[in-house]
Structures are given as structure tokens and as C-alpha cells.
């Protein structure tokens, strides 16, 4: 059974705010979109969790990485700089309720990049 384009949305939604900020920590590792993850020095050596965390965040980034480029920099400055919907719409030179729709598409766009690694859909 998939579910409806509203519930995947708000998966990949709850992804990017809840879940993305715990893989960062476990793996010790920041994200940006210009440059390639950057380790942070773990106290306590390499671990399995760390090891499937890069993992998950390299996936994230390959899957955003094949978004249209205007989904692409909503997807970067909205859940990897972390700005609110007004900073990132104006940054990007858009109304706020167009950088809407097009992180909507964004998000659905992920979940069919991603679904190797997580189906959203199901």
C-alpha cells in the first residue's frame, strides 16, 4: 500500500527537521550543500552507528544532490543552514508561498531519490 503525496511529504518533512539532525550528531559530521561533509572529531573512536549514519547523510546528499536546482538550494538553506521560510525565500529571490510549493515538489522529489535507502512511499 503507498501512501498519498500529503503524508509523504510530511515524512520527508519530519526527515529533514527530527531525524537529519540525529544522523548528523551519531555521525559526527556537519552538512553543506557547496562543500562535502566535514568530520567533527569523535571522542570516542569510530562506531557502527557512526559508520551507517555517514552513510545515511552521503545518501542525503546524493538524492538532493539530483533535485532541479530551485528545489535543490530550498532543500540547502531551509534544513541544512536551517533559515526560516521568509530568510530562505527571499535569499532565494521568491515569494514565500511559491518557495512552498516548490519545496512540496522538493520533498516528493527526495522520497522517489531515496527510496534505495528509505521508502516514503510505503
Do not use: C
Amino acid at each position: 500500500m503507498t501512501k498519498d503525496d500529503t503524508q509523504v511529504i510530511k515524512d520527508v518533512r519530519y526527515f529533514f527537521n527530527k531525524e537529519l539532525p540525529r544522523f548528523q550528531l551519531m555521525a559526527h559530521y556537519s552538512l553543506s550543500m557547496n562543500e562535502q561533509p566535514y568530520q567533527i572529531e569523535s571522542v570516542d573512536g569510530a562506531s557502527k552507528w557512526m559508520s551507517y549514519s555517514r552513510d545515511i547523510l552521503k545518501r542525503t546528499v546524493e538524492a538532493t544532490d539530483n533535485l532541479p536546482e530551485r528545489q535543490k538550494r530550498l532543500i540547502e538553506l531551509r534544513y541544512f543552514k536551517n533559515l526560516e521560510w521568509a530568510e530562505a525565500s527571499r535569499i532565494s529571490g521568491i515569494s514565500t508561498r511559491r518557495g512552498l510549493q516548490l519545496i512540496r515538489e522538493a520533498h516528493l522529489m527526495f522520497a522517489d531519490n531515496f527510496k534505495d535507502t528509505y521508502d516514503f512511499r510505503t
